[in-house]
């Protein structure tokens, strides 16, 4: 089960915040018991690149055999 600041990976586009299929990002919060997250998503300049609520259904945990994300993500600010 996701919790509060485990790295996940998305596994569907977000577009309305301009995110893909992969992304790697923490979960900040939990909402309604794990249904849903609330996850920060890090530029390389370590500023936030966004911050969503995404469904649980749409994260999966990162797993050591992930290659290290590539996607440049930029800051929001």
Known sequence: M????DRIVLTEDLS???LKAGDV???VHA???GQAFEVEFLAPDGN???LATVPA???RPVAATDPTPARALESVG
């Open 16 to 18: 309305s915040v301009r």
């Open 2 to 5: 996701l919790q509060e600041l």
């Open 48 to 50: 936030t690149a966004a």
């Open 31 to 33: 909402h309604r018991g």
């Open 57 to 59: 259904s749409r994260l």
């Open 25 to 27: 990002g923490t979960i």
